[in-house]
């Protein structure tokens, strides 16, 4: 085995990129899918309470999407081309699910019926926070099964569409939902009876994310061996910590225990994530395209490296501050 590269580095940064866009963005998603099903008594609670929770601070969360885009493009163009036109339409489909839900969640919490009846905006809101994440999910499945490949020219993968797509991309809005519950029981920790409204949806987020998950490896075991072998090979400790972890997480939720909980669902996340991406290395996108071939000159990694590390001294401070600040502040609450 080789040592790492300034390739490797760069591949590392770009992961953990996308595990915060999938825990911080991932919330925001379920915020929205439970405004679309809020119900009971306290339904205007429940949606004065996601628009106060996400604040008007939430479209933050995008730059590690735009981040993510931008580094892909600049450190593995080659990687960048193939994706961009072997997924073109389920990547198209959840940017503007992504677009939509940004103005229909601006439309809704500035305008007369915010937090109240389900307004057409509302609807918007909602089921463009569950067509995002399928559709990440989805094409997040193509690639790890090995469906996208180098090509002389032209060519889009079906890779997208298949049981195992299907069930990750409601896998993917299972734990949106649950992460999102989870917060939410911490952003109401002061209002019992609402609490307990999103100590039910995270139970219930918990039961559906855990099957789907479950099947999700019979699925891969069955259908897809470039994934299975990834995920019991060098994944398969981060696997066995992320099966254990899914039990503590739920059983947080069942004992309420908010906190505990918020931070197991998100580990959760990253134990999934964290599997399947070093299961592959040194792959970058199997079986084609791996990290040290498709990486571009040294030359261009070394400056983005220095980019990243100047642009990180001005963002991260720039994002705790922001949120510090204005979370919660939102015209809903009012």
Not at 159 to 169: E, N, R, T
Not at 266 to 280: D, P, R, S
Request: net charge neutral.
């Amino acid at each position: 085995m080789t040592g790492l590269t300034l390739a490797d580095g760069v591949a590392g940064i770009l992961l953990l990129v996308i595990t915060a866009y999938a825990v911080l963005a991932g919330a925001d998603f379920g915020g929205g899918v439970w405004d679309l099903f809020a119900s009971g008594p306290r339904v205007k609670a429940q949606r004065t309470a996601i628009a106060a929770a996400m604040g008007p601070v939430w479209e933050a969360n995008h730059v590690w999407l735009i981040f993510l885009l931008v580094g892909l493009f600049t450190a593995f163009p080659t990687v960048f081309a193939a994706l961009s036109v072997a997924l073109y339409l389920p990547f198209t489909i959840a940017l503007l699910g992504i677009i939509l839900r940004g103005a229909a969640f601006t439309f809704q919490t500035h305008g007369y019926e915010a937090a109240a009846e389900l307004a057409p905006w509302g609807v918007a809101f909602g089921a463009a926070s569950i067509i995002a994440p399928a559709f990440l999910g989805a094409a997040l499945a193509a690639v790890a099964v090995g469906a996208v490949h180098a090509s002389a020219g032209p060519s889009v993968t079906t890779g997208w569409v298949s049981w195992l797509a299907a069930d990750l991309a409601l896998l993917a809005v299972a734990l949106c939902a649950y992460l999102a519950a989870t917060y939410l029981m911490v952003e109401t920790e002061d209002d019992p009876p609402l609490q307990a409204d999103f100590r039910r949806r995270a139970l219930g987020a918990a039961i559906v994310s855990g099957v789907l998950a479950l099947i999700g490896l019979v699925l891969a075991w069955r259908q897809a061996p470039l994934l299975w072998s990834e995920l019991t090979g060098r994944g398969v400790w981060l696997l066995l910590i992320a099966l254990i972890n899914g039990p503590v997480a739920a059983f947080a939720v069942w004992r309420r225990s908010p906190r505990v909980a918020r931070v197991a669902v998100a580990a959760q996340i990253v134990f999934v994530l964290w599997a399947w991406a070093i299961g592959q290395w040194p792959a970058l996108v199997p079986p084609d395209f791996s990290i040290h071939g498709s990486a571009a000159p040294d030359t261009v990694l070394q400056a983005l490296t220095i980019t990243i590390a100047v642009g990180s001294l001005v963002l991260v401070p720039s994002l705790w501050v922001l949120f510090g600040v204005f979370k919660g502040r939102n015209p809903a609450r009012n």
